[in-house]
């Protein structure tokens, strides 16, 4: 009898073991299957924002198409592109963007050129491009000394110009080399101007001050700026391209003064009392416009709570169809 009892009591201690495990497990289960059914979610929303901020791209392709159209090529910020804060809304989330004229910034990629065969026979020596010439003004213009400003200039142009050969305030290969993480100067062109921050001289704080002043267009080497895109704030690019023969004061009077929908002719912006009697070169000239090719997307979609940001730069080709040179997932400054 006694040994029954026992029996009976050590079976029901080994099922109730079996009871236990087996919920254990069920839990274990359950909380994967929460975990598996929740990441398919958040997958299934970043891919539907990804697919949103892809439709975005292509609602900017129009605009700017349409735009362009509209003013026989003509780029000015009273156009649909320049509306700031664009929000529409979609099933589940929302789709923000915005878009920037890259003619209105100094585009990097301008300083891997090398100075004219006139320009060298001119200095008689070394001579900077007139592109970093215009890039030396600018950094002189947020009041950085001339020596900093020349160094800084000297080592971006090492740094894109195809050539391994130093300039006399500039930085090659061996100088990159020796530093605490080594690598090599890029010598080619860059994609964005994030890429700045490798360069020797250009640390965080001064990114940051430049970053709204300058850009990277992607396999394009020409600098020139849209006088009817370019923004008070940003007067010292004007000061710049104009190599310090206008005060910045005077920069952001004239572009405070522009016309609404800015000027119909780039005489028009040469005839204005601020640069009317100023002694430029007609190269100098040739670097102001009143038309882009280039612009900047930046584009974001919301589902739920996944978010999806994506940077692209287009270009103008034939008709005025925008087509899509890099695209960048995440966003960056």
């Known amino acids: 009898m006694v040994t029954a009892r026992k029996q009976r009591g050590m079976a029901l201690l080994v099922v109730m073991m079996v009871v236990a495990i087996i919920a254990a497990l069920a839990v274990k289960i359950s909380g994967r299957t929460q975990v598996a059914l929740q990441r398919t979610l958040n997958l299934a929303q970043y891919d539907q924002a990804y697919w949103y901020a892809m ?17 026989e090529g ?59 010439k215009q890039y030396q003004a600018m950094l002189e213009a947020l009041e950085i000394d001339s020596y900093g400003a020349e160094r800084l200039t000297h080592t971006l142009v090492d740094y894109v110009d195809s050539d391994t050969e130093m300039s006399p305030y500039g930085a ?34 001064l990114y940051q001050r430049l ?30 391209m104009l190599q310090g023969e206008i005060s910045l004061s005077d920069a952001q009077s004239l572009i405070n003064q522009r016309p609404a929908s800015g000027w119909e002719k780039i005489e028009e912006f040469w005839e204005e009392s601020a640069v009317r009697s100023l002694t430029v070169s007609d190269s100098i000239k040739s ?47």
């Open 74 to 132: 003509r780029v000015h910020l009273q156009q649909y592109w320049a509306s700031p804060n664009i929000v529409f809304p979609v099933d589940d989330g929302q789709i923000a963007g915005q878009i920037t004229d890259m003619r209105s910034c100094f585009n990097l990629n301008a300083l891997s050129v090398k100075p004219t065969e006139q320009e060298q026979q001119q200095a008689q020596g070394f001579t900077l491009s007139l592109a970093a």
């Open 55 to 71: 439709s975005a791209e292509e609602l900017a392709k129009k605009v700017l198409k349409q735009d362009l159209d509209d003013s």
């Open 287 to 333: 670097s102001f416009v009143i038309t882009s090719s280039y612009f900047d997307v930046q584009s974001a979609a919301k589902v739920d709570e996944s978010i999806f940001r994506l940077s692209s730069v287009m270009k103008k080709g034939g008709n005025n169809q925008m087509q899509v040179l890099t695209r960048q997932f995440g966003g960056q400054r």
């Open 172 to 205: 090659e290969d061996a100088d990159y080399e020796s530093r605490k993480v080594p690598y090599r100067a890029a010598n080619t062109l860059m994609n964005h101007r994030s890429e700045l921050r490798a360069v020797i001289g250009y640390n965080q704080a």
């Open 211 to 240: 970053q709204d002043l300058v850009c990277a267009i992607p396999g394009e080497d020409s600098q020139v700026l849209n006088v009817n895109t370019i923004k008070p704030e940003n007067a010292e690019l004007m000061v710049g």
